[in-house]
Each structure stands twice: as C-alpha cells, then as structure tokens.
C-alpha cells in the first residue's frame, strides 16, 4: 500500500506557472503507474494526465496538453505536475493517484490510492 502527499498548490496569475509534488512513501513506488486529477468546485473529478512505471509514456487530458508536463523520479518517490500558461478555469483541488496496473487508466476508478489534494487558484 502507498501512501501519497501532495503539495505545491496556491494561488497563481493567469499565465503563470505552478509546480505540483506528490510525495510516496514505502519502497515500491517504482510498481506504480500514477497519475493527476483536479475537481473543480461543483464538478466532478477529472483526469489531467497519467504516467506508466517508467515515466517512459505520458498522457493527457485535451484541455492541458502542450500546457502541463507530468514527470516522476523514481529514486526519491515523487511524481510532478509542471502547470505552464495556466488559465482560470485550472482552478480546482489537485489529487495525485496511483495505481499498480501497468497501463494506468483515465478514470478515477482505475486509481486505488489517493492524496488528500491540493488548491490551485488561478487568479485573471
């Protein structure tokens, strides 16, 4: 079992950049794929990007593709969120997620373990 420990998050201006760290712990972080997810006030969770065991292959969602870079580091048990040009609407709680399935799904049910999030706010 991993547990998982974001942080990073505050307040930004539009256009800004912000970097999210989710911190693992234990000694098998290696074993997970991860991924990051955002809700929004009044909205339901949603997918922002996700990153095999290796970091070798990344994916994201739509509205942050060419704007954010997840990325981990192995040895020290972090994932990261490198938020570029952010805009008002990335406003939300950010949670980190792992999971042991080697190809790592876009839905929050494919995560079995969680971070208790972090605030972005972007300010316009």
């Known amino acids: 079992q991993v547990q998982l420990v974001e942080s990073g998050g505050g307040l930004v201006q539009a256009g800004g950049s912000l970097r999210l760290s989710c911190a693992a712990s234990?000694?098998?972080?290696?074993?997970?794929?991860m991924a990051w997810f955002r809700q929004a006030p009044g909205k339901e969770r949603a997918f922002v990007a996700n990153?095999?065991?290796?970091?070798?292959?990344?994916y994201y969602a739509d509205s942050v593709k060419g704007r954010f870079t997840i990325s981990r580091d192995n040895a020290r048990n972090l994932v990261y969120l490198q938020m570029n040009s952010v805009k008002a609407e990335d406003t939300a709680v950010y949670y980190c997620?792992?999971?042991?399935?080697?190809?790592?799904?876009?839905?929050?049910?494919?995560?079995?373990?969680w971070g208790q999030g972090t605030q972005v706010t972007v300010s316009s």
């Open positions: 234990g000694r098998t972080f290696f074993t997970y794929s």
């Open positions: 997620a792992a999971t042991q399935s080697v190809v790592p799904g876009r839905g929050p049910g494919d995560f079995s373990f």
């Open positions: 990153i095999n065991r290796s970091g070798r292959i990344t």
